[in-house]
Structure formats: structure tokens, C-alpha cells
């Protein structure tokens, strides 16, 4: 099947692009209502962490967003143009002491409903894996 991308400049706007993609993605791939809901909430998440904490809502910047489907599984890649960050060094949203913050979930979500998340090129780019059953 073929992958499908798109390129958007890095504004919180441009979301509702992001959720046409993943719709078309639900069209093109004939994607369960389920794994929709779970790879619409994880991406949009992605691209929103893209645009705010990566590119810094800087439209100079770009993000990508890739589908990739084979028979097991569909991937999502979101890359940004940012400094990157070490994701292995993330508060944990669910500690006492950061229950209470209105940010910080982002990661947390993407990892409960995607099967796989990766993150490579410095924290740039992020793999999101669902599994297809």
C-alpha cells in the first residue's frame, strides 16, 4: 500500500490538517473505529508537541507526519525542526506531585495508545505503531 505525508508549518492551527490526515489514513487503510479513535488522540498529541514544545509555534518551522502500512501494523513518524530532548528523562504524569499540572501528559498518552512508541534523531522524530488485528 502506499505511505501517505504531508508538511505543515508549525502552528497550533494547522491541527485540523492533521486530523483530515488521519482521516483520510481511516479511509485509505479501512482502519477499525477503535484503533481510529486511539491513533487520532496519539497523533494529534504528536504533531501538537511538534508545533509547542519542538518548533516552539515558529512557522519558519515545519512538521512532517507520515502513515506507513504494511500487513501487521500502521506507522505514524512526526518529525520537527527543534533542539530535540531526551526522552528518557520525562517526569511521570501520574507522580502526586504532578498530578495537578495542566501539561506533561502528551508522551504518557501517546504510549498508552499506541503499541509501540520510539523516538529517534535526537527526540526529533517520533514513531507511533498500531498494531493491526
Same mark, same amino acid.
Do not use: C, H, W
Given at each position: 500500500?502506499?505511505?501517505?505525508?504531508?508538511?505543515?508549518?508549525? =502552528?497550533?492551527? &494547522? @491541527?485540523? /490538517?492533521?486530523?483530515s490526515f488521519v482521516d483520510n489514513a481511516k479511509e485509505k487503510y479501512?482502519?477499525?473505529?477503535? =484503533?481510529?479513535? &486511539? @491513533?487520532? /488522540?496519539?497523533v494529534v498529541e504528536s504533531v501538537n508537541n511538534a508545533i509547542v514544545h519542538g518548533n516552539k509555534a515558529n512557522k519558519e518551522k515545519t512538521v512532517s507526519l507520515q502513515a506507513i502500512m504494511n500487513e501487521?501494523?500502521?506507522?505514524?513518524?512526526i518529525s520537527?525542526?527543534?533542539?530535540?530532548?531526551?526522552?528518557?528523562?520525562?517526569?511521570?504524569?501520574?507522580?502526586?506531585?504532578?498530578?495537578?499540572?495542566?501539561?506533561?501528559r502528551g508522551i504518557f498518552l501517546m504510549k498508552h495508545l499506541a503499541d509501540e512508541?520510539?523516538?529517534?534523531?535526537?527526540?526529533?522524530t517520533v514513531e507511533l505503531t498500531f498494531y493491526l488485528d
Open positions: 500500500m502506499k505511505n501517505i505525508s504531508i508538511e505543515i508549518p508549525s =502552528l497550533p492551527d &494547522n @491541527i485540523r /490538517i492533521v486530523e479501512a482502519l477499525t473505529d477503535d =484503533l481510529y479513535g &486511539n @491513533i487520532m /488522540i496519539a501487521a501494523n500502521i506507522q505514524f513518524v520537527d525542526q527543534g533542539p530535540g530532548f531526551d526522552s528518557n528523562d520525562l517526569p511521570d504524569p501520574t507522580a502526586p506531585e504532578n498530578i495537578e499540572n495542566p501539561g506533561g512508541v520510539s523516538f529517534s534523531n535526537e527526540g526529533r
